[in-house]
């Protein structure tokens, strides 16, 4: 049992990884899309975790969620550095749009891909099928989760980004202007949230998406979830 346990964690860590790490990359993919190499001058478009890892976002957090049973994990990297000067004169609003949603695409896409392994794998039969099946349930979880969380509409998170850019777009410059003047309360903001029962409401919409995925792909992930979360 313990060795099962030592699997559960190591597979989600490094389902974590891979989840925070690749959705900084594809920010800075999309943006280099846009004429923006400022991410590839950097490089921050390399896969080695190093270059990504934040301390607090990437260990402290999903370590204090982990141990205090909160249910979930999440967690984030190093933001890849953007000129979204150069996305929007090259690709105006659209682009901005797009380099903002473009991790949060990744994720929800990965957390898919995942979810459709897990059905091929169907039940483990070795250490390293448990080890794969573990790795691709949590990332199932860990994705969607960071998926729903980066569409809160709260900066500096990507949902608010996009909504910003889409209301420049669409000439409804008082949501832009209400957008510059919370944008130094956001982590404040997000801090009261993810500390308060708030949480459980903002993450409603990840029982939903899990849901989704479940019909689609014929596993209750929501029970099985919950099983691995047990151990």
Known sequence: ????????????????GVAIIGHEIMHGLV?????????????????NPIK??????????PALLY????????????PVPVNMDIVLRNGKENGAIAVSLAGV???FILALICALFVSFIGEPKSIFETFLFFFFVNSVLINVVLGVFNLWPIPPLDGANAL?????????????????????YGM???????ATP???????PVYYVLLLISMFTGIDFINLINIIERI
Request: no cysteine.
């Open 1 to 16: 049992m313990e060795s099962i346990k030592i699997i559960n964690i190591v597979s989600m860590v490094l389902s974590l």
């Open 31 to 47: 943006a280099y899309k846009y004429g923006d190499n400022t991410a590839k001058l950097a490089g921050r478009l390399s896969i």
């Open 52 to 61: 990504h890892i934040d301390l607090v976002g990437t260990i402290i957090v």
């Open 67 to 78: 141990f205090s049973h909160a249910g979930f994990i999440f967690g984030w990297a190093k």
């Open 105 to 107: 695409t990744y994720n």
């Open 164 to 184: 910003m850019y889409l209301a420049q777009k669409l000439k409804l410059y008082k949501i832009v202007e209400f957008y510059h003047k919370i944008f130094p």
């Open 188 to 194: 404040i903001i997000l801090i009261i949230i993810i």
């Open 198 to 204: 708030l949480s459980s409401i903002f993450f409603i």
